[in-house]
């Protein structure tokens, strides 16, 4: 089982839409997948299950007191699993590092997800906090979506140093270009000439394209509804890309 994550200090970058679309073509791929929505806005488990609801026991589940499989909703898709998002998750953070048995805390909720799936996919929070930090100390690859800007630039070098700072896996860091318009010189010239400190940027980028919002009035993953957009083959191109230097199989 690998473990991904999508996560950005940022919000509104295109982590849940990326999330979801992997999820979704990594399932129809054949591979076993679990989505976790550890946001609490819950956007990803909207587009996936509207109808799912958490289970509220999180903080049962870091006692030990109950299995962390109970949290798992099915989705109308196959091979594609759901743990969405719960209230609870707004102490999240602080639960765990109430319980937290070093960086492992969350690692250690993933690991028996080991004998039903072949991938997690974590979406996260924009925040760097203990959660970011149990993430990645969780993960085998966090994707990165940036909007080609010096700012988002700047806010991965930031993510960057703290992953180095403490001492967690900052090689594993996959920054790509998302919502790229190429009619503005700015977002052209990141994009052709990308600074060297985004060090292993995947070569898939995603387009800025109107469709990707309807995911939220179709409530469904864009290769769902759209298999067909232009768009949606730039999502396949990334998950393809993913699943290489993550050596997924
Ligand atoms: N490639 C894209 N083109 C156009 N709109 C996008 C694209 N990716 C995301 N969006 C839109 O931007 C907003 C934020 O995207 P989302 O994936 O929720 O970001 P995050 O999880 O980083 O907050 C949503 O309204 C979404 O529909
Ligand atoms: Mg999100």
Redesign the pocket.
Known sequence: MKTIA?Y?L???????????NCAWLAAASGLRTLFWDL?P?G??GWYLAPQATGSGEIKKILRGKVPVGHLVRRTPYEKLDLIPSDLAYRNLDVAIKRHADGDQTLARLISPFGEDYSLVVL?CP?SLSELARQVFAATDAVLV?LIPSSLSVRSFDQVRSFMKDRGLGHKQLYPFF???DRRRRLHRTLRDQPPVSLKRLLTAE???????????EQMQPLPAFAPHAP?TR?YAALWSEIEKKVKIS
């Open positions: 999508f950005n940022k919000g509104g970058v295109g982590k849940t839409s990326a999330a979801v946001d806005q956007a990803g979406d924009p979506p998302c919502q790229v995603i387009p800025y394209a109107a469709i990707v919002e309807r995911m939220g768009v730039d």
